[in-house]
Every structure is written in C-alpha cells, then in structure tokens.
C-alpha cells in the first residue's frame, strides 16, 4: 500500500504540468487551474492515506486554518491588490518550506547530500519570506515604495549573506554544530528584509518574479532533502517560471538582474531633474472629448497610475462609448506597466474588456503612426521618447510604447511631477501633446459625460 | 543502479527543462494568473510539510513548525486556485460577452 503513492504522484506531477501547459491560451487555461486542483488533490489524498501519518489532531487543524484562510484571500481581494497577495503567497510558500527544512533539522541532523539541499532550502526559503514581507509592505504602501539607500549598502548586504553562507557551509560540514542553526536562520530573515530595502516601486515587477523563482527553489530543494520527486518537479516549474518572467521583466527596462537588485534606480536622478519652466499644453475633458469623437482610431495605454486610482471600470465606459461610435479602440500593454507581471490585463479584464483588445508592445507599436490618439493613462517611462533618443538617459535603450508617433498625444496625469524614475519625460512638451489635468478615474468619466452617447451620424 | 540523488538530479533537469519550453508559450496576457497559479502548486510542499507533522513520535517542535507550514501551504492552495480561476473567469472575447 505504501509505494501506491508514489504512482499517484506520478499522475500528480503530470497533471501539473498540463496545467501549465493549458496556460498558453485564455480558452484552455480554466481547464488548466481544473488539472492543477485534480493534481493537487490526488497528491494530498494519497499522502494522506496511504503514509503512516499521526497527529491527525494538528494535520486537520491546520487545514482547516488555511482554507478559512484561503477563501476570505481569494474572493474578497480587489483585482487592484493583485500583487500585494501574490507577494503575501510567496511569503507563505517560502515559509513553509523553511519551517519544513527547520523541523527536519532538528529531526534527523542529516548528513551528506541531504543536508546540502536542507540548507539551501532554509536559506532560500527564510530569505524569500521576509524579502516578499517587505516587497508586500511597499505594494501596500505601508512601507515607502522609494528606494532607501545608505552609504555601502551593496558592501553591507554582500558581507551578511557571505557569513549566512559560510555558517550554512559549516552546518553542511559539521550538521552537530546545532547552536549554529539559529544564527543561520536569522541571518537569513535579516537578508531578506535588506536584500528588498533598496528597490523601488517600479521594479517590483521583476523582484515579484524573482521572489516567486526562490520560493520555487526552496521548494524543489525541499524534495531534495526529502527525496520527493513530486516536490523536485512542482518546485523546478515555479522556478523556471519565475525565472522566465524576471527575464522578461527585465529585459522589457533594458537592465540586468544585478541592476535591478542593486541599483537603487530612480533615487539618483531626481537631483538631475530640471527646474526651468517649459510650456505645456493643457486640455479640459470637454476639449478631449471633442478629439475624440473626431477620431477614428484611439490607442489607450494604461499603467500603474489607472490601478492606483482604480480607473478600469471608467476606461470600460469610455471604450463602450468610443466603440459605439465607430471608432477602433485597443490597449497598448508595456510588460513592465503596473506592479507586476500582467497586472494591467488583470485589471481591464476585470472590467469586462475583450482580451483581444489587449495587445502587446511588440504588435502595437507599428500602429501608432497610423492612430488619430494615443491617450495614456497613469503610465509616465514607459512612454518616454528619451527612451530612443537620448542617451545621456537613464533609461535609455528601454523598449517603450511609440506613442509620440501618433497624432495627438493626451496625457491624464495628476500633476507635472517626473515619474517614478525621476526623469522628465520629453513627450509632455510636444506640440501634438495635451495633458489633461486630473484624476484619472475622475477625469476620464468627465469625457465620457461630455461624449454624446448616441451613433455617430 | 544509480543512486537516489542522481535520479532526483535528473528529474530536476527534465522538469526545469520542461517548465521553460511550458512557460515560455503562455501569453503575457495570462502572466499574473499564471503567477497565482504556479504559486499554488508549489505549495505540494504541503505533502513534506505532513511527513514532518505527522511522523511517529515527532517532537513538540516538529509538530509547531509542521504546523504552522501546513497552515501556510494550504492558505496558498486554497487561495491561489480559487483567485487563478476568478481571474481567468474575467478573460472574454467580444463575442461570449452577450
């Protein structure tokens, strides 16, 4: 009875890769969750019954925990706090493989091979808890999302990992030296926390990703150490995954991962930035509203500026308007536009707009020269031209939205404030370009007042 | 015969392997949902996390820390399914809108 599991878990860890696999299409991929829950289920049943387990008392309690847990999570979290729970879950992941690790420690004392994947197991895994802690606190806005920085930071934070792993080198060598662990562990936690102090608002799309890799990672270390093949399996295909998306995060700033993780982007420029007054062009939602019933093709380019000021259902309104008008709308999607990976097609599905309607930078870019408006909405870098043609830039080389070639630009933005990144974005002073003023949910539900509802004659 | 390590090295490769050629086909429209959903089934360290538990003669301690994982895998479980389809349910075409 006993070996029987192990076939199950052949079937388990098949079904999650299907799953993964359903992912590649919106039509197939609630199949895809289907195969990932029929997987899991089988895993946890078989466990359950067919290894001797005791304890059923703190088994049973702590299921029942997290699916009260669980539920409230998924139903009741707005779309807009999207990152912040996806932050919270690689808390939880990584932690739970760290306590797993710090258990079987205490257990067993493993030695050899065993002992080498429990170490990286807890070292990944207690740092990554902390590390997604800090990066949920800055997505919360409960810890400031600027990046704090501080004289030799990189040094400092280089010397502390370096002893966390010459004490986990040691443990590996000498697994008795119990006094050892705790230290290990703390330092670990207290990576974390430094490791995410210095990263801004703006990267958290790749850090997100990144921490979901080693939460991955510890995982498949833990079925190393456990000589779990299922845990080896679901492990490597969250890493994998985290790893593709930070590549693509980063590949989408033009920056590498050390850049990311030690460059403190964003803080030194804001000292750069100009204080002459330029002349800007600004418009009333009336004057907007007027362009854009004339118009017979608007490009919309939403960022994070739309989920802060949870704008989706507005935009909605103005796409059904336009549309019933006649005039071709689509949405340009920068990948690194809102707090992580996807975030910005999360939140325009949730307010019931097609998904074909959502298209990538890659396709969209040859649009712009041809479209009457490019209205971009709470995102600033992402459509800077100093992108293309200064390179004296920080970002220059960044792939960005060509929204400078369409017709008319119309800008919805707060304030003249520079974005996240510190750097005035040249599109703002262009003659084809009106900024608008405003709140962006406010200001957008002002033009759709002031578009008539009816067919255009 | 080759040892268990070796066998859990290969796998590790293979399932890498497989993971990169899967993930790298999934739209960038699905990336977040994506996110979620690898979340949860990482959280299949549950099943270690009830070995610990649940052993025979297991310690106060083993019990605590078993605990408090399971708690937390199965938080994620729950949650990063359930939000994955929530989220997924909001992808439409025009044409299933009516």
């Known amino acids: ?457 | 015969m080759p040892s268990n390590l070796e066998l859990s090295l290969y796998v590790f490769m293979l399932a890498t392997f497989v993971g990169l050629e899967v993930i790298h086909k999934v739209s960038p429209l699905l990336h977040t949902p994506l996110m979620s959903l690898t979340n949860a089934i990482s959280a299949i360290s549950v099943v270690g996390a009830i070995l610990i538990t649940g052993a025979q003669g297991a310690t106060t301690l083993s019990k605590v820390l078993g605990f408090i994982a399971i708690t937390s895998a199965v938080t994620n479980i729950v949650s990063g399914f359930l939000i994955t389809d929530r989220m997924l349910k909001m992808f439409k075409r025009r044409e299933e809108k009516k």
Request: hydrophobic share 50%; proline share 4%; with cysteine.
């Open chain 1, 1 to 457: 009875m006993a070996h029987v599991v192990h076939y199950i878990y052949i079937i388990s860890a098949a079904l999650f890769i299907l799953s993964l696999k359903w992912m590649n299409s919106p039509v197939t991929a609630r199949r895809g969750v289907f195969a990932g829950e029929a997987g899991m289920l089988l895993a946890i049943t078989g466990t359950l019954v067919s290894q001797h387990v005791f304890n059923w008392e703190w088994v049973f309690a702590a299921f029942l925990i997290g699916t009260a847990v669980g539920i409230p999570i998924a139903y009741i979290m707005p779309m807009t706090a999207v990152p912040q729970r996806t932050a919270l879950s690689h808390a939880c992941g990584a932690l739970a493989a760290a306590l797993v690790g710090t258990a079987e420690y205490y257990r067993e004392t493993p030695h050899g091979f065993t002992m080498v994947a429990l170490v990286v197991e807890t070292l990944l895994g207690f740092l990554t808890f902390t590390g997604s802690l800090m990066a949920m606190g800055k997505l919360q806005e409960v810890l400031p999302q600027r990046p704090l920085t501080y004289r030799n930071q990189n040094l400092v934070n280089m010397l502390l990992f370096a002893i966390a792993a010459g004490l986990g080198l040691r443990l590996i060598l000498v697994p008795t030296d119990t006094w050892i662990f705790p230290i290990f562990a703390g330092l670990a936690l207290l990576f974390g926390v430094l490791l995410i102090i210095p990263i801004g608002g703006a990267d958290m799309p790749t850090v997100i990703a990144l921490l979901n890799s080693y939460a991955g990672l510890s995982a498949c270390a833990m079925g190393f150490a456990l000589d779990n093949k299922l845990l080896v399996i679901a492990g490597a295909l969250d890493g994998s995954s985290g790893l593709i998306l930070s590549i693509i995060m980063c590949k989408a700033m033009n920056r590498s991962f050390a850049n990311v993780l030690f460059g403190a982007f964003g803080q030194l420029q804001a000292t750069a930035a100009k204080t002459e007054q330029r002349h800007v062009r600004s418009a009333s939602a009336e004057e907007a509203a007027a362009i854009l019933e004339g118009a017979t093709s608007v490009i919309i380019v939403p960022g994070y500026g739309l989920a802060v000021a949870q704008a989706q259902h507005k935009i909605r309104e103005l796409f059904d308007t336009l549309t019933r008008r006649g005039v071709d709308v689509k949405f340009a999607i920068h990948p690194v536009a809102g707090r992580m990976p996807g975030h910005m097609n999360v939140l325009l599905a949730e307010a019931d707009i097609p998904y074909d309607k959502l298209m990538e930078m890659d396709d969209i870019n040859s649009e712009f020269a041809q479209c009457d408006v490019a209205l971009i909405i709470g995102a600033n870098d992402v459509t800077n031209p100093a992108a293309r043609n200064d390179k004296s830039s920080p970002i220059y080389g960044m792939p960005i939205l060509d929204v400078d070639r369409a017709r008319t630009v119309m800008v919805i933005k707060r304030s003249m404030s520079p974005g996240f990144a510190g750097i005035q974005n040249e599109l703002y002073y262009m003659e084809k370009t009106l900024m608008l003023f405003g709140d962006a949910k406010a200001f957008v539900s002002e033009i759709v007042k002031e578009l008539p509802a009816g067919v255009a004659a």
